[in-house]
């Protein structure tokens, strides 16, 4: 009755979570407090793997509370981290819980770089402790009773969560153990123990038969059902099915027993006699067929003297009518167990190592939210900056403010000699063509780190490829092509930003080969400048007009509006909103994160004032830029012209021209040279991400690769074939005789002990051979009726050596030797035996310490001598002596 089945433990191999999650934090996180932290929680991870995993586990509740700590870490660092095949790269390698003796049929092991694998072993793990601490509980308590019940339905959960989940988890084909079918059948166990130890405790308190009764009943029910799943699967051991079959008998007849007790006390004589005899039934079946698992004594003990004072009360007193099982009522049925939910934590000690770190959805939902911050800002911005540009090139073409302060005719305008000083404080044009010849490097290099990460990605498919076509269905990892979908878009993503980098460098060097002639000449002293800008007739007549004040006043207005604008570039940039709380919120309360809702509407509060101010900015400088227009025609018609003066003017107009061109220019060509070195960085963070998963594909490549060898050396090198007959029993040489059989195949016998084969009739002797010399007398009985001669025609061979104990019996049939002559005296039918012919012996003299064989009369042909290799020990008799 105390039999409890407990499942053993999985083992894993050790892995290094240190390494590669370190690596994530450090290229995730800045440097800082938070990334120092991630760090050690990352070693204690690691620790606490080692503490459930990497050491034996004794089978206590402590142990239990260590497994169920990391299960709990597991869940939750599983949403905070990119774990996959081809991100964060871990793989795991569990053992077969069953592979004991090639019990199932699966693999021996499995490694997936996947951590809901690491999930559900651990879980299996936690589950399979738990029965094993329910069965090391002492039954006698109140305590232990309690624990036990606890425990196996702790157990017959965590199945039934993996039962649910291991498909989805794995993507793949599980080993035997945790396939759902195992995990199912180990759940309804689980929870049929339980329900035993709820029967248990019921009849230790001594509660109501009815109560007991039906509490062993739904036991029963539920070991049937437990029966059910594995009576035609090869997914469990083979003790346990016999296991579970007796249980299921023993809680029935515990059942018919409690309410034999309860037919008693109504008055149904009949009914508890039936019910006994059922009881009996169901124990003699189990002490026949399930003796060595289970023992029925006290149960089949307290049954009989139940049974039999029934039989005497009710045959001597009550003469109720015994009815038959089928007809009495159905036991009622009471279940007291549930399956206990899988719902983290489980460990009452648990805190989150990684309690700071937001998941996963959230920092992807982050990124995405900046990537969204970072276009409007760009939008705004670069709006900003494209109407200055287009201000600034209007006052280009009208030679703005240049116009106003060259009405002298014969001196620099005082606007260009300070583009002129801003150019040469630049570094002029050594700056620009350094900065120009820097792109082509910076270029060189992302276009080499690119092409060196796809190159590890193409070698590595490759490699798998041909593997794949070598061993065929047997190489069942997931082929690389597939997994290196989503790295290929990357790369694809980031070639294709390279090339229209490449475009946008060509359009600034084109601009800057347009400008250079003037940007050169704005970088030299002022005495040059002024030599190369042309003389004209002076316009002082101009110097007090109103037209020309207006002007002023206009381009004053631009100005403003220009530094207005810097102003509010700033702003813009610096607004700040962290929406980590927001997506957090929308996780915890709906399940996942509505990405787009939550920032468009965001941004739309932080960045809307903004965008009116921006459009405002715009209505006000094409206003502006109108009225300027206006006055500057205006101006242009009171201003004396001739061919110098446009002459002046021109080059003018190209000087202020260039001097906006160059401050453009350069500004592109650091914003070139710093996208680069970013990309750089991304590049560098893609190809180490391309390696790891490189390096996590071929370690997994090498333990496939083994696995496979090893089951093609278990293979038979050839296929099985028949030997022929003739081979099997080749003919014997003259090098010694052949020995006798050493199996003899019997009918079954009905003892529970195979019995020998009787010994066969031992040769007759005479009384010559007996009282010739060396021979020792002969005890043996002498036939009645004489042995049948032998045809005069078959010559006789000589005697043959014998078993060591039992002379006459030979190893071989001599040449002329009746084999049929033993039965005239034992097992031929008495009316044929008037009809042999007599047996005359043989009558040469015996070889020393052997008995001589009964034989035909001697004739002229020379016997046949038969030696024995004196180097052989002598054979082993094959029947025992007596």
Request: hydrophobic residues 35%; contains cysteine; glycine residues 4%.
């Amino acid at each position: 009755m105390a039999t409890f089945i407990s499942v053993p433990l999985k083992k894993s191999s050790e892995v290094d979570l240190v390494k590669p999650l370190s690596k994530f934090v450090t290229a995730s996180y800045p440097t800082g407090e938070d990334q120092a932290e991630y760090i050690r929680s990352v070693e204690e991870l690691n620790k606490l793997r080692k503490s459930a995993l990497g050491r034996p586990l004794d089978k206590h509740e402590s142990s239990l509370e260590i497994l169920m700590r990391y299960y709990d870490q597991l869940c939750a660092v599983e949403p905070k981290f990119p774990f996959s095949e081809n991100q964060l790269c871990l793989t795991f390698t569990w053992k077969d819980a069953f592979d004991k003796g090639s019990l199932f049929g699966g693999s021996v092991k499995l490694a997936l770089a996947s951590l809901g694998y690491e999930k559900t072993c651990v879980l299996f793990n936690g589950a399979a402790l738990a029965s094993q601490i329910a069965s090391e509980q002492n039954l006698d308590s109140d305590e232990g009773l309690k624990a036990a019940a606890k425990y196996y339905q702790l157990a017959s959960g965590a199945f039934g969560h993996i039962k649910d989940t291991v498909l989805s988890a794995l993507n793949r084909e599980p080993t035997m153990d945790i396939s759902p079918e195992t995990v199912g059948t180990l759940s309804l166990i689980m929870l049929a123990q339980a329900q035993e130890v709820f029967f248990l405790k019921a009849t230790s308190d001594k509660m109501k038969d009815a109560i007991i009764a039906k509490l062993a009943n739904q036991a029963a029910d539920f070991y049937s059902d437990a029966i059910k799943q594995c009576q035609y699967k090869e997914n469990l051991p083979k003790e346990v099915f016999p296991v579970l079959a007796a249980k299921h008998c023993i809680m029935q007849a515990n059942a018919e027993l409690h309410q034999s007790i309860l037919a008693k006390q109504k008055k149904h004589f009949g009914e508890e006699i039936a019910r006994l005899q059922h009881a009996t039934e169901l124990v003699k079946t189990v002490a026949s067929r399930y003796d060595e698992y289970v023992s029925v004594k006290d149960l089949s003990d307290k049954i009989s003297r139940a049974l039999t004072a029934a039989k005497k009360d009710n045959d001597f007193i009550y003469h109720d009518r015994v009815p038959e099982v089928k007809d009495l009522e159905h036991i009622g049925k009471a279940a007291l167990v549930k399956a206990t939910a899988i719902t983290p934590p489980l460990s009452a000690k648990f805190t989150d190592l990684f309690e700071k770190m937001v998941p996963m959805a959230v920092q992807q939902s982050m990124s995405v939210y900046s990537q969204r911050k970072a276009e409007t800002v760009n939008r705004l911005v670069g709006t900003m900056r494209e109407a200055t540009n287009l201000c600034n090139g209007v006052l280009a073409s009208l030679n703005l403010p240049a116009a106003l302060e060259d009405l002298s005719g014969d001196s620099i305008p005082q606007s260009i000699v300070e583009k002129a000083h801003a150019i040469v404080q630049q570094g002029g044009l050594q700056s620009i063509e350094q900065l120009i010849r820097d792109l082509p490097e910076l270029l060189t290099r992302n276009r080499e780190i690119l092409d060196e990460s796809l190159k590890m990605l193409d070698d590595e498919e490759s490699t798998d490829s041909e593997l794949r076509s070598k061993f065929s269905q047997r190489w069942n990892r997931t082929p690389s092509g597939d997994l290196y979908k989503p790295l290929r878009a990357e790369g694809g993503n980031f070639r294709s930003v390279l090339d229209k980098a490449v475009q946008a460098d060509q359009v600034v060097k084109e601009r800057y080969n347009t400008h250079c002639e003037m940007i050169a000449l704005l970088c030299k002293p002022e005495a040059e400048l002024t030599a190369a800008i042309p003389s004209a007739n002076p316009a002082k007549t101009l110097q007090g007009s109103e037209v020309v004040s207006v002007l002023r006043s206009q381009l004053s207005q631009l100005e403003e509006v220009k530094r207005e604008r810097e102003v509010l570039e700033a702003e813009i940039k610096g607004v700040t909103f962290d929406m980590s709380s927001s997506f957090l919120t929308a996780l915890a309360q709906d399940g996942a994160i509505n990405e787009e809702a939550l920032s468009m509407s965001q941004l739309d509060q932080s960045y809307g004032s903004y965008s009116q101010r921006v459009q405002a900015s715009l209505r006000s400088q094409e206003e502006l830029l109108g009225n300027v227009q206006a006055s500057h025609q205006e101006f242009s018609s009171l201003k004396q012209s001739n061919s110098e003066a446009n002459d002046r003017e021109e080059v003018l107009k190209k000087l202020a021209s260039a001097h906006d061109s160059y401050v453009e220019i350069t500004n592109n060509l650091r914003e070139g040279t710093k996208f680069y070195n970013d990309l750089t960085e991304i590049l560098l963070k893609f190809q180490n991400k391309c390696s790891d998963i490189v390096f996590a594909r071929k370690t997994e490549r090498d333990e496939l690769l083994k696995e496979l060898q090893q089951s093609i050396a278990r293979e038979p090198s050839a296929p099985s074939f028949s030997v022929p007959a003739y081979q099997t029993n080749p003919t014997p040489t003259a090098a010694g005789p052949t020995p006798a059989p050493r199996t003899v195949f019997q009918p079954q016998q009905p003892q529970a002990k195979a019995q020998p084969p009787e010994r066969p009739p031992p040769p007759a002797f005479t009384t010559q051979a007996a009282s010739a010399p060396g021979n020792p007398p002969s005890n043996q009985p002498q036939p009645v009726n004489p042995p049948p001669m032998a045809p005069p025609s078959m010559a006789q061979g000589p005697p043959y050596p014998t078993y060591q104990g039992y002379p006459g019996y030979a190893y071989q049939m001599p040449m002329g030797y009746n084999p049929y002559a033993a039965y005239g005296q034992y097992n031929m039918p008495p009316t044929m035996q008037p009809n042999m012919q007599p047996y005359v012996p043989y009558q040469q003299a015996p070889a020393p310490g052997q008995g001589s064989y009964p034989g035909a009369a001697p004739t002229q042909q020379h016997p046949y001598i038969y030696q024995q290799q004196p180097q052989q020990p002598p054979p082993q008799p094959y029947y025992p002596q007596q």
